[in-house]
């Protein structure tokens, strides 16, 4: 029984999996924001505990290997070391774990300073969209979107 859970957790269906399991909390932060299942499951930890998890368990599987960390902190030394650290399937999806965490926690930032400005709901829809696809130019569409509608600019809130 657990072989067979340990085989069907491949690398492709852990990317099929978490693909399909952000677009949940997203659909809450587009079209549920204000209700109490969003405050607990999206706009909280919960979502990034689960993520880290997956995290935990790739790098358990990476290190049954026998592959040296320390050979990661090379990707910073030129764009051929980063192209040999993504050979491997597994650095991929961690890096897509990385990418999937950051976008959704920029979104759940942009749902609750929306909603702490009473700024309206369709004005941040689409900047809430942009940040599922290209995270910080859904960040800076927000941030003009704010200005406007707050009437001040504020760098660090």
């Known amino acids: 029984m ?3 859970i340990y085989n069907f957790f491949s690398i492709e269906m852990i990317y099929i999996w978490l693909n399909f399991g952000v677009l ?3 659909f809450m932060l587009l079209f549920f924001p204000q209700t109490k299942i969003c405050k607990i499951f999206v706009t ?3 979502p990034f505990l689960v993520l880290a998890i997956i995290d935990l368990y790739l790098i358990f599987e990476i290190s049954k290997k026998g592959f040296n960390f320390f050979d ?3 990707l910073y030394l030129n764009i051929n070391e980063l192209l040999n650290l993504f050979s491997d399937n597994n650095y991929i999806i961690i890096f897509w774990i990385h990418f999937l965490a950051i976008n959704l926690f920029c979104g759940s930032w942009i749902t609750k300073d929306y909603q702490k400005i ?3 709901k369709s004005l941040v829809f689409f900047p809430i969209i942009l940040t599922y ?3 910080p130019i859904g960040i800076v569409v927000y941030w003009f ?3 406007f509608f707050s009437k001040k600019i ?3 809130d």
Request: glycine content about 4%; overall charge negative; proline content about 8%.
């Open 145 to 147: 979107f704010r200005i």
């Open 118 to 120: 009473n700024m309206p």
């Open 2 to 4: 657990i072989d067979q």
């Open 154 to 156: 504020d760098l660090y």
């Open 133 to 135: 696809f290209i995270g």
């Open 44 to 46: 909280s930890v919960f």
């Open 72 to 74: 990661i902190f090379n």
């Open 24 to 26: 949940p909390f997203w």
